[in-house]
């Protein structure tokens, strides 16, 4: 069974108000209601998951749940959780492939039949390419979903901060409509995000030059048409006449650092600016007593205002980070040193009691770039940076988490994640433990296996701190009852992979091993002792894996030690964990037989029984000879008790 997520209901109806119904969606409404089945065939920026959101809550009473898988995992009819009167959401949108059969099983009276008795629907995404590969006999409940009008959407976006009238005026305008039309639908939401806040701004901040003003019957209107569309364009044609008109190296330094530091006030501004002349090799700016401009001069400058508590105020929609996306083309040599000075303003606001406002301003700058170039040199510049301050590692995860969930650079960011987290790789404790901490929050939400590899990778890490981070952050996703089953699925793949070392094949498993709960008991144990009976192939397998590794891995006694006092809290403990020794250390076949499991785990015996604390209660001699008796029976020459085969500390080592 898979698992699933409700989704909230505000963010339905939020995505369902502000959705443009196509022309035809008359005709996927009828297929659904017809077929209980869906599949919702779109290229990106179709506004396809709004779709199946609006679909869903169109036929009424029912609750909204999105499938949570892995890209590339098949996923058959029946795998679906069964829950009455809910409507499924499953995303293919990033997948590559599907069996041929897919669309004539979703088309099949029988999965009509089965949504129908828990009365229920279904609503599949899926790219044209993906859809070509199963189409055969599904064309029943397949729908095209037209792109939508970007007009249209600005249109109903700003249905509900403006008049009719209003909205018609902007959206009338032959520019306006020359260029919207030609964007996609998430760039006409941001569209319409600048129409309503140029309408808002007061008719001081809205002017035309004065040899042009006289030429429009309504010169307001005709500059905020205008600003609009510098805003579409990233303000860049602006920006480059406003440096030629701006020599004055203090005056661009203090448009920079404005933007960087947009809403802190205006002296905070007026002080960083040295720091920054000086961080990008630019010259001393005098401001010795009352030389050289001053903030109400330097405002004037930028074309800014003072605002409330004299914070700086750009009165230009995005115009604080077209700023920033302009110094970084335009002065690509000093990237570095920029950013450099940039983590370090945050730095200094982290050291305060305020609000990581500057951490949080450079982090969306700096997703909002990776996107848009693909690179991810820049997020990992600041990730590396801020994952040495503890007071920025939060805003650190949350950007490389944001980072990886990313549906244009997420890929890239998972396979790096991956990278980083290989033995061997030279990275810094602190970022590792980032990178643990990353894995272990939203990302394992979405992602649950790429992020437990990634985690038992670095419990495996050489440097303690990372290691015992990636393992609160596993013990953390086990104490998640709908995980532990993908867990364990896990770690079972990954034992069985055999075109790897055996240290990366028992990584995971290691890991879960020394999982333990509130009493210091073995969280894997007690799950397999409480009837999970596929995990005890996997515990099995796994403690052969480990009692036969040479040399032993670290911790592993420990980890074995911790499984014999769980052992013996009680009878049917008893019994189960006898029976997993014997699995674990028996020979595989009559013709093979290795002994080197046996061997190791009759040195961890003996150093339990010898490391017994006293006044813990009597140590369970039973148990340990009942132990003994049965390691000794697979001996190809069998001792009786009272003659234990030595132990050769000096080849299994000591593994603390």
């Not at 898988?69 to 995303?91: C, K, M, Y």
């Not at 959206?171 to 030609?182: M, N, T, V, Y």
Request: aromatic content about 8%; charged content about 25%.
């Amino acid at each position: 069974m898979l698992r699933e997520h409700l989704l909230p209901v505000d963010y339905i109806r939020d995505r369902v108000d502000s959705y443009i119904r196509p022309y035809d969606f008359d005709e996927a409404e009828a297929k659904l209601q017809a077929h209980r089945v869906l599949v919702l065939i779109a290229a990106p920026d179709h506004g396809r998951h709004d779709a199946a959101l609006t679909l869903l809550n169109n036929v009424g009473g029912l609750t909204l749940r999105e499938v949570e898988r892995e890209v590339g995992d098949t996923v058959s009819f029946d795998a679906i959780p069964h829950e009455q009167n809910s409507g499924w959401i499953l995303d293919l949108r990033e997948d590559q492939q599907v069996p041929e059969s897919y669309g004539r099983t979703l088309s099949s009276p029988s999965a009509a039949q089965k949504l129908e008795s828990y009365s229920s629907y279904l609503v599949v995404i899926m790219p044209p390419t993906l859809w070509d590969q199963c189409s055969i006999g599904g064309s029943p409940i397949a729908y095209y979903l037209p792109k939508p009008d970007p007009i249209d959407i600005v249109r109903k976006q700003l249905a509900s901060s403006m008049t009719h009238d209003r909205s018609t005026a902007w959206l009338s305008d032959a520019r306006i409509k020359r260029q919207l039309s030609r964007e996609s639908p998430a760039r006409a939401v941001k569209w319409a995000n600048n129409i309503r806040e140029v309408e808002l701004l007061p008719e001081e901040a809205l002017s035309l030059p004065k040899e042009e003003s006289g030429a429009f019957s309504d010169p307001v209107y005709e500059a905020k048409i205008r600003m609009v569309l510098a805003a579409a364009g990233n303000w860049q044609s602006e920006l480059t006449d406003w440096y030629e008109k701006h020599q004055s190296c203090q005056e661009r330094d203090f448009l920079l650092a404005a933007a960087v530091l947009e809403q802190k006030p205006a002296g905070d501004v007026f002080t960083a600016v040295a720091t920054l002349s000086t961080a990008i090799n630019g010259p001393v700016h005098e401001a010795s007593g009352q030389q050289g401009p001053g903030i109400f001069q330097l405002v004037k400058a930028i074309d800014a205002g003072l605002g409330e508590s004299s914070r700086i105020q750009f009165r230009r929609p995005g115009y604080g980070d077209a700023v920033l996306d302009y110094f970084w083309v335009d002065r690509q040599h000093l990237q570095a040193k920029f950013l450099d000075w940039m983590c370090q303003q945050a730095l200094v606001e982290a050291s305060s009691s305020a609000d990581p406002m500057i951490a949080s301003r450079v982090a969306t700058y700096v997703l909002r770039w990776t996107k848009r170039t693909r690179s991810l040199e820049f997020l990992v510049q600041v990730s590396t940076s801020w994952a040495e301050h503890e007071t920025l590692t939060e805003v650190a995860a949350e950007l490389l988490t944001a980072a990886a969930l990313d549906g244009t650079v997420g890929k890239l960011v998972r396979d790096r994640l991956l990278d980083w987290t290989k033995p061997g790789r030279q990275h810094s404790p602190a970022f590792l433990r980032l990178i643990a901490t990353v894995c272990g929050g939203n990302f394992a939400r979405v992602h649950p296996k790429l992020a437990l590899l990634r985690l038992s990778n670095l419990t495996q890490n050489d440097d303690r701190a990372v290691a015992e981070a990636a393992q609160a952050e596993l013990t953390n996703l086990w104490q998640q009852p709908e995980l532990r089953k993908e867990i364990v699925a896990q770690a079972r793949v990954r034992l069985s992979t055999q075109d790897q070392s055996r240290g990366s094949r028992v990584a995971m498993f290691t890991a879960l091993a020394a999982l333990r709960n509130d009493k210091g008991l073995p969280s894997l144990f007690l799950y397999a002792l409480d009837g999970n009976s596929q995990t005890f192939e996997l515990i099995s397998t796994g403690w052969r894996e480990l009692l036969q590794t040479r040399p032993p891995i670290q911790d592993v006694e420990r980890t074995m030690c911790r499984w014999l006092d769980a052992g013996t809290e009680s009878s049917s403990a008893r019994e189960f964990l006898s029976r997993l020794l014997d699995t674990a250390t028996g020979p595989l076949t009559d013709e093979h037989d290795d002994a080197r499991a046996r061997i190791t785990l009759i040195a961890i015996l003996h150093r339990w029984k010898d490391g017994w604390p006293e006044g813990r209660g009597d140590f369970p001699a039973g148990f340990f000879e009942q132990t003994m008796r049965q390691l000794l029976v697979h001996d190809t020459f069998r001792r009786p008790l009272d003659t234990l085969p030595p132990v050769n500390m000096s080849e299994i080592g000591r593994a603390c």
